[in-house]
């Protein structure tokens, strides 16, 4: 069993159904969560904006990126008691260059780094953002933002493991935790 623990993060397009996966895993692990997106929404409502203002986040979080990227990862993660915990999920991962402020920021709690990428069909994806009353316009425009850039070419290429968005639930999650060998890490600091 190992001693370190982990963090995994996970990263795909806007309606790839990373956000489901990424609870799922978490439930199932009983592993605390944690989101960009959710930590995105709150610095919204604290200024007075529109938390569901998809344009409002994209731009909040590439300011985060471009401002201070240590600073964002240690808010995001900064409610996260590492004493308690060594493992943790983290969704939303968007920028090589908050994966490598991860890395920074992991490495001190020895904490590994995993990067699970949430594929989908173009098809599907459209589809998924319909159904959340998003039109392909809109889903276009968000597509374009500078926050999608490293989406497709990038982040790809750092994942330890790369899943299907539109496979059944339990079928990616049961995926995910036996490839990356997730059982076997301890639940707490105290066992490390």
Known sequence: MSETGVLVAFAGPIGSRKSEVSKAVAKALDWPRCSFGDHLRAVAERMGGDRNDRALLQELGQNSVQTDVDKFVGDVLGDIDWSKTR???????????????????????DVDLKVVYVE?????????????????RELATYDRDLTEAQIYDIIPAYADLKVKGGWPQEYAVDTIITRLNLR????????A
């Open 87 to 109: 493992n943790v999920i983290l969704d939303g991962l968007r920028h090589a260059e908050v994966r490598h402020a991860l890395l920074l920021y992991l490495r001190a709690r």
């Open 120 to 136: 989908i069909s173009e098809r599907e994806r459209e589809e998924v953002e319909l159904k959340r009353g998003v039109s392909l």
């Open 184 to 191: 076997e890490r301890p639940q707490s600091a105290a066992h």
